[in-house]
T-cell receptor, first 115, second 115 residues
Framework: AQSVTQLGSHVSVSEGALVLLRCNYSSSVPPYLFWYVQYPNQGLQLLLKYTTGATLVKGINGFEAEFKKSETSFHLTKPSAHMSDAAEYFCAVSAFSNTGNQFYFGTGTSLTVIP | DAGVIQSPRHEVTEMGQEVTLRCKPISGHNSLFWYRQTMMRGLELLIYFNNNVPIDDSGMPEDRFSAKMPNASFSTLKIQPSEPRDSAVYFC?????????????FGEGSRLTVL
């Protein structure tokens, strides 16, 4: 079975500070991992994804995430927060089955950026 | 590409009325997902289709909910009769499932309010 746990439903950082959003997963098969961002009144959009290869993945808007198999983690980071980063962030894992892909989402982390 | 298109964007209806939400996936995508998002329950998968065939509808709340995908370019989610607890944002997402690497592309959502 696959699942995703996001630690911290709310995270506040000061503008210019490091952003760290935590995600741990469980998967019985090699996972594919995703981070999505949701701005108010919008759908989710892909920030970055890990499929295979390099474990440090770079995404849009200066975000990156590192796949650590030994820790079953896929934490999202950004060196310097910007006011426009305030949004809801979702971690997801994809698991293949003989009937196609299933996507499992975490409960989300709301990021507040303090000026 | 126009992305995933959902309609209506907003729907206000009275309890007992039928509601139909519509989705046009990205052309060429072979999987389609319906999600429901609420503050209390977060993002919930209702049903997903592969190649127009419903694969997993275990997330559909009850018999009042039904979903169809008559062809590769159109899907509907119907609620009949609607109840106030169905108030939520309903998202449609599509994906190209190739070797498990396809990410989800979300529509802007349909915000349903049942009075």
């Amino acid at each position: 079975a696959q699942s995703v746990t996001q630690l911290g439903s709310h995270v506040s950082v000061s503008e210019g500070a490091l952003v760290l959003l935590r995600c741990n997963y469980s998967s019985s098969v090699p996972p594919y991992l995703f981070w999505y961002v949701q701005y108010p009144n919008q759908g989710l959009q892909l920030l970055l994804k890990y499929t295979t290869g390099a474990t440090l993945v770079k995404g849009i808007n200066g975000f990156e995430a590192e796949f650590k198999k030994s820790e079953t983690s896929f934490h999202l980071t950004k060196p310097s927060a910007h006011m426009s980063d305030a949004a809801e962030y979702f971690c997801a894992v994809s698991a293949f089955s003989n009937t196609g892909n299933q996507f499992y989402f975490g409960t989300g982390t709301s990021l507040t950026v303090i000026p | 590409d126009a992305g995933v298109i959902q309609s209506p964007r907003h729907e206000v209806t009275e309890m007992g009325q039928e509601v139909t939400l519509r989705c046009k996936p990205i052309s060429g995508h072979n999987s389609l997902f319906w999600y429901r998002q609420t503050m209390m329950r977060g993002l919930e998968l209702l049903i997903y289709f592969n190649n127009n065939v419903p694969i997993d509808d275990s997330g559909m709340p009850e018999d009042r909910f039904s979903a169809k995908m008559p062809n590769a370019s159109f899907s509907t989610l119907k609620i009949q009769p609607s109840e106030p607890r169905d108030s939520a944002v309903y998202f449609c997402a599509s994906s190209l499932q190739v070797l498990n690497t396809g990410e989800l592309f979300f529509g802007e959502g349909s915000r349903l309010t049942v009075l």
